[in-house]
């Protein structure tokens, strides 16, 4: 009889040797067979048991690849075909994959030898290898050998050679461990020592940190045979120290794969039972859980489970400090508490493992900084490689940005717009001018996962571009320049508000947030990054937040060279529109200024400049300067702001010479709507309303609102790709205007302004801008609603910043559309040159660029004037000077003039008299009644530029001395019409 047969049978107690009752004792007893091969077999021995194993199998020995695939599809269906015993073949037993009823599963021979150590030849082995395996089940319910030793991505290459190549390191979540580990009563079997040092060496190696947490809480279960296990590492420091379950509630039945899907569990530092550990360093040994005021009901009531005994004790490095947590509910089998001695063996052997926690804490560090670095070099690449466009970095960034920091969300909150320049823009909501420091402009974000709206596209990420963001945490972050790691419900300090997806102004869930300010060199806050919803765990971490300051800087480096490159673009085009300016325009010398200053200024009266029924026919170009003058010394603003009156001359004749002779937007066109402004506030008594800096802007915008036009429109300038178009976003003509206003005025000679401080000349250059920008009819057509609800609501507060902004914007757009209310000669003569004007610029579009003009700039469609003129009165005056009329029955003049022209227009409409033919139609003006409906059976496509008219139109004004209809100084009167004594 064989040796190995000898021995095993002396092992059996008091039973006849023989087959049968050798294997009975094999499949009673399945730890015993391994313990004698791992303590008796040498390696020579175990190689040929395996051969023996395969040919009495009828296999043959295989290539590494080829058994693995065997293993898959071969031997889990042997498993289940093959009986239950051993047998003798060549003096060698041979044990099948199913000689227990545990069904132990064998490697093959050279998968054993790649793990067992090398021994001498004739010495015994006397450890079994470290390498483990786990028990799989294929879809048919066959057992599966995998390897448990999980791959390692490829960007830890370079680690990996530079570690033991026995040590178990971090894989990829979801692949299947091999090799099943020792069952409870293996373990056990051994005595008290060895059971220790086999216990260490299954975790020494471990480098993975769930897995080395699953081994440690299933070991800790045998040491003290307990019935579920859990451990709890410590993050943060000082007061922001808190709790994560790394794993929860281990069993002896759990499973490995299932642990990396573990949701962790957060506790508060010093709280409960575990907090109480971690902060005191107190062994707790609780016989009754229900006794004890820390201990949480609420897990046993949902779950079901009955928490008898509790057993924690702290985890310590190296240094005695304390790492984390382990606890054990529940001694099996009714056991009873848990015992001194339990205690003793837990201490002793929670020693080891703070060693391990520690090493694989370090290791997963070291793997982190080197992602990260990994990441912050690729960031870098994109950041270099795209510097032309915002849109192709950002959407770059943020995809790499979810990546980092494994997110479904990224978003950027730019403060300055690219186009913006650093310039003030125009509130869509009331038009009030604010600065864009004072929010957001644009919002960049793309989202992934399971935060794609549209998940029928296929589309592996989801990016756009919000204009206007409304995001009040971001407002918060740029502005207390802090960083903000929250969760909803969550407080934040200094912040009104939670976190949710209103605060930020998200269109979907919000679970997590990450946000930081993007900072300049002068520290000065170019927006704010966000990152949105960790995946797989409840909030970002401190690890995030250190990549995420990274991350930022690199936004930020990113972005800020984009908005230079986009500035020195900007730069090279206005230095063009400069130049091109300079080569037109001049100066005024100092003989026109001589010239001006000798001159009598004529009084108001005889300039007839006080009339809302003013034509500028009889004054000549020296005149209309004189008069000019006038205006700003009628409304004292000349001793009010201590102007030099040198200065005002010069100022005012470089006004004239900077607008171009173009047929209808010329210096005659900008005087016109200047006096216009003037009779407002004077004869409309509205400077009574305003205060002094408000009055020398609207005076002062009036004048300059169109200078340097072009004679085109800010859709010619699009189209035409002029400058202009590419210097500013929106209204290209009306920024122009405004920024040549500045350019003119900083000319030596020409600074009007130099009295004002710091504060008044910021103010005053506001309040110039929105009245430049109000002539936009696009604003206009924005803000003509509210403004009709605020002229009829009588109790109107004119005095709120919001509603003096609409005001002064509505009456610069009725100064502008002024020629409307002028006397019918001139009111025809002004509609010939305005759509002379059209013309031009339609026959341009269609000879040098290919392109249909619009409607009413198609010369073809010239006989229809008188139509475009009543669609253009219907459209847009009517409703602007009847809600004029209404904030100040002074404007009533204004109201009765564009009634009388309509009627005119639509006299000359319903004769179908041509283009050529207005200026010779005998119109014969009868009075109007103003009751009448409405007609707008002539409304037709209206011009999206400056359809204004010139001069006056002599109409009674009405008797405002009549009841509701006074005006008090300082207030608009707002009494209905019905209580007024004029027809509606």
Not at 57 to 81: A, L, P, Q, W
Not at 385 to 402: A, I, P, T
Not at 798 to 823: F, H, Q, Y
């Amino acid at each position: 009889m064989p040796s190995f047969i000898k021995k095993l049978g002396s092992c059996v107690v008091r039973m006849p040797l023989s087959e049968p009752n050798v294997e009975r004792y094999l499949d009673e007893h399945p730890g015993f067979l391994q313990k004698y091969v791992v303590t008796h077999l040498s390696e020579t021995d175990l190689k040929e048991l395996y051969e023996h194993w395969y040919k009495a199998h009828g296999r043959k020995s295989s290539t590494e690849k080829e058994r693995k695939r065997s293993r898959t599809e071969e031997e889990g269906k042997s498993c289940h075909v093959v009986e239950h015993k051993t047998s003798i073949v060549d003096n060698q037993l041979v044990v099948p994959p199913a000689a227990s009823k545990a069904n132990l599963e064998t490697p093959t021979p050279e998968e054993a030898m790649d793990v067992v150590p090398s021994v001498s030849p004739g010495k015994q082995l006397h450890q079994f290898p470290n390498r483990q395996f786990r028990k799989t089940v294929s879809r048919e319910g066959a057992p599966i050998l995998k390897p448990y030793r999980r791959s390692f991505s490829d960007d830890l290459i370079n680690i990996r050679s530079l570690l033991p190549t026995n040590l178990q390191l971090p894989g990829e979540p979801g692949e299947e461990p091999s090799a099943r580990r020792r069952s409870r009563e293996e373990w056990r079997q051994l005595n008290e020592p060895d059971l220790m040092m086999e216990l260490v060496r299954d975790i020494a190696q471990d480098l993975d940190l769930v897995s080395l947490c699953f081994k440690i809480l299933l070991n800790v279960g045998i040491l003290t045979n307990g019935d579920r296990c859990s451990l709890f590492l410590i993050f943060g420091s000082g007061d922001q120290r808190f709790l994560v379950s790394k794993l929860f509630d281990v069993t002896e039945n759990s499973q490995l794969t299932d642990m990396y899907e573990h949701k962790p569990i957060r506790i508060p530092y010093g709280k409960g039972i575990v907090g109480y550990v971690a902060e005191s360093g107190e062994t707790v040994n609780i016989p009754d859980a229900y006794q004890d005021e820390r201990f949480n009901k609420a897990i046993d009531m949902q779950t079901g489970f009955r928490t008898k005994s509790i057993l924690c004790m702290p985890v310590k490095n190296n240094q005695s400090e304390i790492v984390g947590v382990a606890q054990v509910i529940n001694k099996k089998d009714e056991e009873g508490p848990f015992t001194a001695n339990d205690e003793k063996i837990f201490e002793r052997y929670l020693t080891f493992c703070g060693i391990g926690i520690t090493n694989a804490l370090l290791f997963q560090s070291s793997v982190i900084m080197y992602k990260r670095s990994d990441s912050l070099v690729l960031l870098a690449h994109y950041i270099f490689e795209e510097q032309r466009d915002m849109n192709n970095l950002l959407r770059r960034v943020l995809k790499k940005g979810c990546e980092m920091f494994n997110s479904t969300g990224c978003r950027i909150l730019l403060r300055e717009s690219p186009e913006s320049d650093g310039l003030t823009t125009v509130e869509p909501e009331n038009g009030q001018v604010v600065k864009s420091s004072e929010g957001f402009v644009s919002c960049f974000e793309i989202y992934t996962g399971d935060d794609i709206k549209n998940k029928e596209s296929g589309d592996e990420y989801e990016f756009q571009n919000i204009l206007t963001p409304q995001d009040a945490l971001a407002k918060f972050v740029a502005n207390k320049l802090k960083t903000v790691n929250a969760v909803p419900g969550e407080p934040i300090d200094g912040f009104d508000g939670m976190v949710c997806a209103e605060t930020i102004g998200a269109d979907r869930e919000i679970r997590s947030v990450l946000a930081m300010p993007i900072l300049n060199e002068s520290r000065n806050v170019l927006g704010v990054v966000e990152i949105l919803n960790k995946k797989g765990e409840e909030r970002f971490d401190r690890n995030d937040e250190s990549l995420f300051e990274a991350f930022t800087l690199f936004c930020g480096l990113g972005i800020y060279n984009v908005m230079n490159f986009e500035r020195l673009i900007k730069a090279n085009n206005a230095q063009k529109v400069v130049l091109e300016i300079l080569s037109y325009h001049a100066s005024a010398n100092k003989d026109e200024v001589s010239l001006i200053e000798r001159e009598e200024i004529p009084s108001a009266d005889s300039l007839n400049i006080l009339s809302f029924e003013f034509a500028d026919h009889s004054l000549d170009t020296d005149q209309t300067v004189l008069a000019t003058i006038r205006m700003f010394m009628d409304l004292d603003l000349i001793n009010k702001f201590r102007i030099d009156f040198q200065s005002l001359i010069r100022w005012s004749i470089t006004v004239r010479k900077n607008y171009r002779d173009v047929m209808y937007h010329n210096w005659r066109h900008g005087f016109n709507v200047a006096q216009m402004m003037f009779a407002m506030l004077t004869s409309g008594q509205m400077s009574q309303q305003f205060t002094d800096l408000e009055v020398f802007a609207l005076l002062v915008g009036s004048l300059c609102h169109d200078i340097d036009h072009r004679g085109t429109t800010n859709q010619f300038q699009k189209l035409s790709d002029s400058p202009l178009a590419n210097l500013y976003s929106t209204s290209f003509m009306e920024y122009h205007h405004f920024n040549h206003f500045l350019t003119i005025s900083q000319v030596e000679g020409n600074n009007i302004f130099k009295s004002l401080n710091e504060k008044e000349y910021a103010d005053f250059l506001d309040l110039t801008k929105t009245t430049i920008l109000a002539t936009d009819l696009a604003l206009y057509f924005k803000h003509k609603a509210l403004f009709k609800q605020l002229v009829e609501n009588p109790d109107t507060n004119w005095d709120d910043c919001e509603n003096r902004v609409l005001l002064r914007s509505m009456m610069i757009t009725g100064c502008d559309l002024s020629a409307i209310t002028k006397p019918w000669e001139v009111q025809r003569m002004v509609a010939e040159k305005i759509a002379s004007e059209f013309f031009n610029q339609g026959d341009i579009e269609r000879d040098k660029f290919g392109h249909t003009p619009a409607y009413m700039m198609d010369r073809s469609k010239r006989d229809e004037l008188p139509k475009m003129q009543v669609g253009f009165i219907d459209n847009i005056c009517l409703e602007l000077y009847e809600s004029l009329e209404k904030a100040n029955p002074l404007f009533r003049p204004l109201l009765d003039g564009c009634l009388s022209n309509r009627r005119n227009w639509s006299n000359l409409c319903e004769r179908r008299t041509s283009f050529a033919d207005i200026s010779s139609a005998n119109i014969t003006l009868t009075s109007i009644n103003t009751n009448r409906p409405r007609d707008s059976s002539f409304s037709d496509e209206m011009s999206d530029s400056d359809l204004e008219n010139d001069e006056s139109l002599k109409t009674p004004t009405p008797d405002l001395t009549e009841p509701g209809r006074a005006f008090t100084v300082g207030t608009l009167s707002n009494q209905p019409e019905e209580e007024s004594g004029v027809e509606g």
